[in-house]
C-alpha cells in the first residue's frame, strides 16, 4: 500500500506542467497573470504589472512610490512570495511570484492585491476555481501569446502636470478671444466625464470634468459662463508635495511669485484658479503624506497674499 501510494505521488510530479494566461487591460494598467499547474492543481503563479503613472494620478517615479512602495513593502519578507517594483520615467513594472509548494495562503489571503475563495488552501489551489474567480474580475484568457499591449506613445506619454494646468487660459471677458476654449480642451483631453448646463442670469453656465486616473482620485474641472472657461482646478489626491514641511512653508513670504512656489514645492495636490476681469485668483494646496498636514497658498494676480497650514 505504501509503495503504491510513493509511485501516485512520483506519477503526480511527473504530469506536465501547463500554462494558463489571463489578461485585465484597462485604464492605465496591463495585468498579466500566468498559472503553472499538473490537472487542476496550481503549482505557482507569476503576476507582471505595467502601470501609467497617469493611472496613479500621480506625474513622476517619486509620487509612484509615494503610492506603491507601501504596498510592495507589505509583500516582502514572505516565505514563498516574491515581489519587485521597478520605476521607469512614465510608468512602473511589478513582478509577483508565488509558489503554492511553499506559501501559506491564509498569511497571504489579506494581503494588497490578492484574492482567493474562502475554500483556498495551501499546496491545494483549484486552477478551475482560480480561472472562475478572475474571469468575474473582468480579466480575458489569452491564447498564442496574444496580449494587448500600450503603444510607445502611450508608454513614453508624460502624465498630465501643473504645467499643463497652466496652459489653460482663462477668459477676462465675453469678448476674449485668446482664451482657451471647451473645444481646444475636448481636442486634449477627449469627452468630458461629466458635464453639467444651467441658464442663469440670461447666461449658459456649464461645468465639465475630465478624469485623470483610474481610480478617479485625480482630474481636471472648469466652469464657464456662455463658451468662455472662467475657473479651473485641478486636483489630485495621489500628488504629495515632496518638498512641502513647515520650515519651506514658513520660507516663502507674500509677494512671491506663483511660479516660484510652484519650482520651490513642486507638484501640488490642488489648485484653483478664478478669473474676473483683469483680476485672477489662486489657490494652491499641497498635503504631507507623512505629517498628513496640508498647506495652502492664496495667490492675487499670480502674488502670494496668504497663507495657511492644518492638520
Not at 19 to 39: K, N, P
Not at 59 to 85: C, F, H, M, N, Y
Amino acid at each position: 500500500m505504501v509503495l503504491l501510494f510513493t509511485f501516485l505521488l512520483a506519477a503526480c510530479s511527473l504530469l506536465p506542467e501547463k500554462q494558463v494566461h489571463y489578461q485585465r487591460f484597462s485604464g492605465g494598467t496591463d495585468t498579466r497573470l500566468t498559472y503553472y499547474a499538473r490537472r487542476d492543481k496550481v503549482t505557482r503563479q507569476e503576476t507582471r504589472n505595467t502601470i501609467l503613472y497617469s493611472a496613479l494620478g500621480v506625474t513622476d517615479k517619486e509620487g509612484a512610490q509615494q503610492i506603491l512602495g507601501p504596498l510592495s513593502k507589505r509583500l516582502q519578507g514572505v516565505d514563498g512570495l516574491t515581489e519587485k517594483i521597478s520605476y521607469k520615467e512614465t510608468y512602473a513594472q511589478e513582478k509577483i511570484v508565488i509558489d503554492y509548494s511553499k506559501v501559506d495562503v491564509e498569511e497571504i489571503r489579506n494581503l494588497p492585491g490578492m484574492r482567493y475563495s474562502s475554500s483556498a488552501k495551501s499546496n491545494n489551489i483549484s486552477l478551475k476555481k482560480s480561472e472562475e474567480l478572475l474571469k468575474r474580475n473582468k480579466f480575458v484568457k489569452i491564447t498564442d501569446n496574444k496580449f494587448k499591449k500600450f503603444t510607445k506613445e502611450q508608454l513614453t506619454r508624460k502624465p498630465y502636470s501643473i504645467r499643463d494646468f497652466n496652459k489653460i487660459k482663462l477668459a477676462s471677458s465675453s469678448i476674449d478671444t485668446e482664451a482657451t476654449t471647451i473645444a481646444e480642451l475636448r481636442k486634449q483631453l477627449g469627452r468630458p466625464d461629466r458635464t453639467q448646463k444651467t441658464q442663469s442670469s440670461g447666461a449658459e453656465r456649464g461645468a465639465y470634468l475630465w478624469y485623470l486616473s483610474q481610480n478617479k482620485t485625480a482630474y481636471i474641472s472648469v466652469y464657464t459662463i456662455g463658451e468662455q472657461i472662467r475657473t479651473k482646478t485641478l486636483s489630485r489626491y495621489g500628488i504629495t508635495g515632496k518638498n512641502i514641511s513647515s520650515t519651506a512653508f514658513d520660507s516663502l513670504e507674500n509677494g512671491t511669485d506663483y511660479d516660484t512656489v510652484i519650482t520651490v514645492l513642486g507638484e501640488p495636490t490642488r489648485v484653483t484658479v478664478t478669473r474676473s476681469g483683469t483680476s485672477s485668483y489662486t489657490t494652491l494646496t499641497y498635503r504631507n503624506r507623512t505629517t498628513n498636514k496640508s498647506y495652502s497658498f492664496y495667490f492675487t494676480n499670480d502674488k502670494l497674499i496668504s497663507k495657511s497650514e492644518s492638520n
